[in-house]
């Protein structure tokens, strides 16, 4: 985890915020590739916070899926300047590896979304709490009964709230004003992929 600046929060440290991700509305809201990696890979830095080496599934797995976007990004840039673009390119040659790491991706990105925006909006609720509800409702109904128990334990090994919000800052009141910001950027970007990788267009 990068060290946090003077009277700054962990937002600070991110190479990438969701807030400056681009989002073409004109084109069907379409999500630019590089800044949305940068920013995925940036938030995985959270789960360092978390402290717990029963989160390191979860940031692998996550890190595990840009890696597959970004290995076909890589391949094919010139089809891949937008995740949608990305995904149609990559399923007309018959392949879905990026595809489905996308919508993995998109599933874990959710999960974190929905947990620090619930624990942040509920000042008294603690953080296993928050992350397991989150889990149940995004990526518990997609895993096997081998996943679930590794994710259980992630649950449980949360830290103390007042412990985690500690190392994401000095300032409470500014981390959590902060994290307001970001994860409404990132719920709102979570929306347009879920949307997409529901339509014909992302089938394979």
């Not at 996308?102 to 942040?120: D, H, I, K, M």
């Not at 996943?147 to 412990?163: E, L, W």
Request: aromatic share 8%; glycine share 4%; net charge neutral.
């Amino acid at each position: 985890m990068a060290t946090i600046p003077p009277g700054g929060t962990i937002v600070d440290t991110f190479k990438r915020s969701f807030t400056d991700v681009p989002i073409d509305a004109e084109k069907d809201n379409a999500i630019s590739t590089t800044e949305f990696l940068e920013a995925a890979e940036s938030l995985t830095t959270i789960f360092d916070a978390l402290g717990s080496v029963a989160f390191s599934p979860v940031k692998s797995d996550m890190m595990g899926n840009i890696k597959k976007i970004r290995d076909r990004q890589l391949a094919a840039p010139a089809e891949s300047q937008t995740l949608q673009d990305l995904v149609r390119n990559e399923l007309k040659t018959g392949s879905h590896k990026a595809t489905e790491g996308l919508l993995w991706l998109t599933r874990g990105l959710e999960f974190t979304c929905v947990a620090l925006s619930q624990n942040v909006n509920k000042e008294s609720e603690e953080l296993s709490e928050s992350f397991r509800s989150a889990y149940g409702v995004t990526l518990k109904p997609h895993h096997s009964f081998m996943v679930k128990p590794i994710f259980s334990a992630a649950m449980s090994a949360c830290p103390y709230r007042k412990d985690f919000y500690a190392k994401l800052g000095s300032d409470l009141a500014k981390v959590l004003s902060q994290l307001r910001t970001y994860l409404a950027a990132l719920d709102k970007i979570v929306a347009i992929l879920k949307a997409f990788l529901e339509s014909k267009d992302a089938k394979w």
